[in-house]
């Protein structure tokens, strides 16, 4: 069974710097890439940020590029995302995400507040 689970959100204030963890469990993580999703009050989620299985190939969302760094250790099948300048439009549930065969797995969320 797949099990995502998340940490490090909180709150911040505009220009601060928060660091999230998502700790694979269930499969064989260094064969999927992984993804950061976000969703904020009344949005859609959105994708942030996915890195290839190795960690070699990394894409963003236009409005994170320069600002957050998705980085992942295999070997603590663990993927981490570094979200620095945060801005209050940065403020939303962050979640962890995996695709294998066409299939979605979630984490519970972590709620990430920018604010002063």
């Known amino acids: 069974q797949v099990q995502l689970v998340e940490s490090g959100g909180g709150l911040v204030q505009p220009g601060g710097s928060l660091r999230l963890s998502c700790v694979a469990s269930?499969?064989?993580?260094?064969?999927?890439?992984m993804n950061w999703y976000r969703q904020a009050p009344g949005k859609e989620r959105e994708l942030v940020a996915t890195?290839?299985?190795?960690?070699?190939?990394?894409n963003y969302t236009d409005s994170v590029k320069g600002r957050f760094t998705i980085s992942r250790d295999n070997a603590r099948n663990t993927v981490y995302l570094q979200m620095n300048n945060l801005k209050p439009e940065d403020t939303a549930v962050y979640y962890c995400?995996?695709?294998?065969?066409?299939?979605?797995?979630w984490g519970q969320g972590t709620q990430v507040t920018v604010s002063s």
């Open positions: 995400n995996v695709r294998r065969w066409g299939d979605d797995s």
């Open positions: 269930g499969f064989s993580f260094y064969t999927r890439a």
């Open positions: 890195i290839a299985r190795a960690g070699t190939t990394t």
